[in-house]
C-alpha cells in the first residue's frame, strides 16, 4: 500500500517529516566524518613515493585526447609503459582530466581522493541497507569506515586513486547485484556487471568480487543452486579470470611477482594468515600505522609466529562453520570471511609486493566486513537495557570521534616525502625504503651529503639493497664522480638491478665518458623490456647527433615522435601551419622542432658536465651540439608563434624558457672559449647568448670566468646595455643550477 503525505494526519506528517529531517542530517554527518579528518592532507604535495610514475613523470595522461586516452585501455601501450606494471587504465583515466583542467597542482587531485571516499561512505551504508541491517547499524558502520585511521594511506596519497575508485565500483556493483536479486530487472544486473567491469579497470583487487556477491547469497538465505539453474555469477566469474591473467602477466613482465616466491605455497599461506590477523588487530586499534611494515625476519621465532597464525586461522574458520551452522548464525562467518576474501589478492599468498608484509591501503575494501561486525556489536551493546544506555552511547560516540582524531594526525604525515619517510623511520628507523626515500629528497633538492648521509645508513642496514646502490650512483654523477657513479651502479646489477631502473644513469654515465654508442646500446636495452618509452628513444637521437649519425638520430626522433603522437603532431601541426619557412628547413630541424621535448635533456647534461663533472672539453662540445640543433628548432617556433598570435602547444613561458636555457648554453660556451684564451670565438658566443637573454650582459660584467676579456673594448661594448631582468645576489651558477632542477 503506498501512502502519500496528503493522507497522512498532522501528527503522522510531523512524524515522517521529523524522520526525514534526521536522515538527511545522519548522511549529512557521515559526509563530515568523511571529509573533516582527512582535510589535513589537502595541502601537500605530490609524493617522490609512485606519484611520479602514476602523475608528474606520467607522459600518459599529460596529454588528453580520444586516442590517448584508448591508448591508456591497450595492455601495449603506445605512449608509455604502464605505471609499475599495474593495469589501471580506469584510474588514469581520471588522472588525465584532471591534469587537463588543473596541470600538477596537489591539492586537486588529493580533494578528488577525498570526495570518492565520501561517495564511498554513502555507498556503504546503502551496502548495509541492502543487507537487511537497520539504519542504526548501517549508520555506524559507514562512520567507522568513514574516519578509520587506516583508510588514510588510499585517500590521502595521489597515487592510490586506483583504491578509492575501485571501492565505488566495487560497492556500486554489490549493490546494484542485491536490487536486482530483490527485483529481477535485468537493467539493474547489467548495471552490476557494468559496475564490476570498472572496478576491475580501477584496480585488479576487484577480480574477488563474485567470491563476496556469493557470500551475500548465502547471508541473505538464497540457495546456491539457483545459480545451476540462471549462473548470474559466471560472466563476474570469466571477468576476473581475465582480469587476473592480465594482472599476472604484467605483474610478473615488471618484476612485481617472482617465481620463487610464488612456489613457496607453505610460506606464503602462513603469512597470509599474519596479515589476516594483523589487520584483525588494527581494525580495533589503528594506533602506531606506518607506511612501511617489513616482512618479518627469517628465523625459528617468525617460523613459529607464522604456523600459530596459520593454525589460528583453521581454527577460527572451522570453529565459525560449525557454529553458524548450529546456531543459524550468519553475520559473524559472513563479515569474517567477506574480509579473508577480499584481502586475499593482496594477502602474500601471492606475493605482489616485494618488500612489504601489509599495507595500510590492502585495507580499504576488506576493512568492511570487520567494520560491519564491530559496529553490529556496539548496536547491541548500546540497546542492552539499562540505565547506562546514555553512557554507552556516549562511549561509541567517542571512539568516532576518537579514530577521526587519528585520521586527522595520520593525514597530516602524508603531506610530503619527507614527512612521510620521517614518520616511518620513527617506528622502523632501520627502514631502508624511507632512508631512501629521504635520500632521494635530499638529492633533488641539491643537498647532496645529507643524501649521502641516509644512503650510508641505509648500506648499514641492507647493504644488499640493490636500489641503494643505484642512488648512490646517481648521487657520485651529481658529484661530478663519474669512476665511483659507474663502480656504484655495477654493484647495484650484480645485486640484481633491474634493467629498467639502472638503464637510464648507465645511459648518462656512458655520454659523459664519451661512449655515446654504448649510451645508446643502455638505452636500446630498456626499449627492448618497455618499447614504448619515447624519452628513451630522444635520448639516443641525441647520441646519435654526437657521433654524426643522422639518419639514426632521425629514426629515434621519428619512432619517439610514433609513441606520443597526440604531443608531437600537434607541434608538428602548428608548425607547419604558421611558419612558412617550416616546408623549407632541414627533416633534421623539422623533426627536432617537433620532439623539442628533448631539449631539456640535452641542456640539462650540458650543465651537469660543466658544473658538476667539470669536464670543460666535454661541456663544450655539448654546447656546439645544443646551439648548432635547436637554435634553428627554437627559431621556427618563434616564427610560428608571431605569425598564429599564440604559442599553440607551448606556452609563451615555455618558449622563453627554452630561449633563456639556449642563452645560458651560449654564454657557457663564451666562458669556456675565454678561459681557453680564444677571444673572438668568446665574443661570437656572448653575442648570441646576449641575443637570447639580454638580462645575462649583468653577470658578463662581473663573471670571473670572463676576466681575461674585462678590458677588451668589444667586451666592454658588449656589455654596456642596460639590465634587465635580473635575479640580484644570486650568481648565474647558481641560477643554472636552479634552472636544472625544474626542468
Known amino acids: 500500500m503506498v501512502t502519500n503525505a496528503n493522507s497522512l494526519n498532522p501528527a503522522e506528517a510531523r512524524t515522517m517529516s521529523h524522520r526525514r529531517r534526521a536522515f538527511r542530517l545522519a548522511l549529512a554527518g557521515l559526509l563530515l566524518l568523511a571529509v573533516v579528518p582527512l582535510l589535513p592532507s589537502l595541502p601537500g604535495k605530490f609524493l617522490d613515493w609512485d606519484d611520479p610514475y602514476y602523475v608528474t613523470h606520467n607522459f600518459r595522461i599529460h596529454q588528453l585526447s580520444w586516442a590517448n586516452a584508448a591508448d591508456l585501455f591497450r595492455l601495449a601501450p603506445r605512449n608509455g609503459p604502464i605505471p609499475n606494471g599495474q593495469y589501471t587504465p580506469l584510474a588514469e583515466l581520471t588522472l588525465m582530466v584532471e591534469h587537463r583542467l588543473a596541470g600538477l597542482t596537489p591539492w586537486v587531485y588529493r580533494a578528488t581522493n577525498v570526495a570518492i571516499h565520501a561517495l564511498n561512505v554513502l555507498l556503504v551504508y546503502v551496502l548495509l541497507r541492502k543487507l537487511r541491517a537497520d539504519r542504526a547499524w548501517a549508520w555506524l558502520t559507514a562512520a567507522l569506515f568513514a574516519v578509520h585511521p587506516l583508510h588514510v594511506e588510499s585517500v590521502a596519497w595521489i597515487a592510490e586513486r586506483k583504491d578509492v575508485l575501485c571501492a565505488f565500483f566495487y560497492l556500486g556493483a554489490m549493490i546494484s547485484y542485491l536490487h536486482f536479486r530483490d527485483t529481477g530487472r535485468r537493467w539493474q544486473y547489467l548495471a552490476a556487471l557494468a559496475a564490476g567491469v570498472l572496478a576491475l579497470l580501477s584496480k585488479p583487487m576487484a577480480v574477488t568480487l563474485p567470491a563476496v556477491l556469493v557470500l551475500c547469497d548465502l547471508y541473505l538465505r538464497r540457495p546456491l543452486a539457483e545459480q545451476w539453474k540462471r549462473p548470474w555469477l559466471l560472466p563476474f566469474a570469466g571477468l576476473s579470470l581475465v582480469f587476473a591473467g592480465i594482472t599476472l602477466r604484467t605483474h610478473t613482465g615488471y618484476g612485481i611477482i617472482r617465481g620463487g616466491e610464488v612456489g613457496n605455497v607453505v610460506q606464503n599461506a602462513m603469512m597470509a594468515c599474519w596479515n589476516f590477523f594483523w589487520f584483525a588487530g588494527k581494525t580495533v586499534w589503528p594506533v602506531g600505522l606506518t607506511a612501511y611494515v617489513p616482512v618479518p625476519p627469517a628465523g625459528a621465532a617468525t617460523t613459529v609466529l607464522y604456523v600459530l597464525a596459520l593454525l589460528g586461522v583453521a581454527a577460527l574458520a572451522a570453529g565459525l562453520a560449525v557454529y553458524s551452522w548450529r546456531r543459524g548464525l550468519r553475520l559473524v562467518p559472513f563479515g569474517v570471511f567477506f574480509f579473508m576474501v577480499a584481502l586475499l589478492p593482496v594477502s602474500r599468498l601471492v606475493p605482489i609486493g616485494i618488500r612489504y608484509m601489509v599495507a595500510d591501503r590492502f585495507f580499504y575494501i576488506p576493512g568492511i566486513g570487520f567494520l560491519m561486525l564491530l559496529a553490529c556489536g556496539l548496536v547491541r551493546w548500546v540497546r542492552r537495557p539499562g540505565a547506562a544506555r546514555p553512557v554507552r552511547i556516549a562511549a561509541v560516540a567517542a571512539l568516532v570521534l576518537a579514530w577521526g582524531g587519528l585520521t586527522f594526525a595520520q593525514s597530516r604525515v602524508w603531506r610530503t616525502s619527507e614527512t ?194 667539470r669536464n670543460e672539453a666535454r661541456a663544450l662540445k655539448e654546447y656546439d651540439l645544443i646551439l648548432a640543433n635547436f637554435e634553428e628548432a627554437l627559431a621556427c617556433w618563434r616564427r610560428a608563434a608571431a605569425a598564429a598570435g599564440e604559442a599553440g602547444p607551448l606556452t609563451a613561458e615555455a618558449l622563453s624558457h627554452f630561449g633563456r636555457m639556449l642563452g645560458i648554453a651560449a654564454y657557457n660556451k663564451g666562458c669556456l672559449l675565454a678561459k681557453s684564451g680564444r677571444t673572438d670565438e668568446a665574443l661570437a658566443a656572448l653575442r648570441r647568448a646576449f641575443e637570447q637573454d639580454a638580462s645575462l650582459r649583468a653577470n658578463a660584467r662581473t663573471d670571473a670566468d670572463l676576466a681575461a676579456l674585462r678590458e677588451n673594448p668589444d667586451f666592454i661594448e658588449l656589455t654596456r646595455s642596460p639590465d634587465a631582468g635580473m635575479r640580484r645576489g644570486e650568481s648565474l651558477q647558481a641560477q643554472i643550477i636552479s634552472n636544472a632542477r625544474t626542468l
Open 420 to 613: 612521510l619517510w620521517t614518520h616511518v623511520l620513527e617506528r622502523v628507523p632501520d627502514a631502508t625504503v624511507a632512508l631512501n626515500g629521504l635520500a632521494l629528497a635530499r638529492l633533488n633538492d641539491g643537498q647532496l651529503e645529507r643524501s649521502d648521509d641516509y644512503l650510508q645508513r641505509s648500506l648499514q642496514a641492507d647493504p644488499d639493497f640493490e636500489e641503494t646502490w643505484a642512488l648512490r650512483s646517481r648521487l657520485a654523477y651529481r658529484q661530478g664522480d663519474l669512476e665511483a657513479a659507474e663502480r656504484y651502479l655495477d654493484v647495484a646489477k650484480t645485486k640484481g638491478l633491474s634493467p629498467l631502473l639502472g638503464a637510464d644513469i648507465e645511459a648518462k654515465l656512458k655520454s659523459a665518458a664519451g661512449d655515446h654508442q654504448g649510451a645508446i646500446l643502455a638505452r636500446s636495452a630498456y626499449v627492448e623490456l618497455q618499447p614504448a618509452a619515447p624519452e628513451f628513444y630522444r635520448g639516443m637521437a641525441w647520441d646519435a647527433l654526437h657521433l654524426g649519425d643522422e639518419s639514426q638520430a632521425l629514426a629515434c626522433l621519428a619512432k619517439a615522435q610514433e609513441l606520443a603522437p597526440a604531443v608531437q603532431v600537434e607541434m608538428e601541426r602548428f608548425l607547419s601551419a604558421n611558419d612558412p619557412e617550416w616546408a623549407r628547413q632541414p627533416e633534421r630541424v623539422r623533426l627536432l622542432a617537433a620532439g623539442i621535448a628533448v631539449f631539456p635533456a640535452a641542456y640539462d647534461f650540458a650543465q651537469d658536465m660543466h658544473f658538476r663533472v
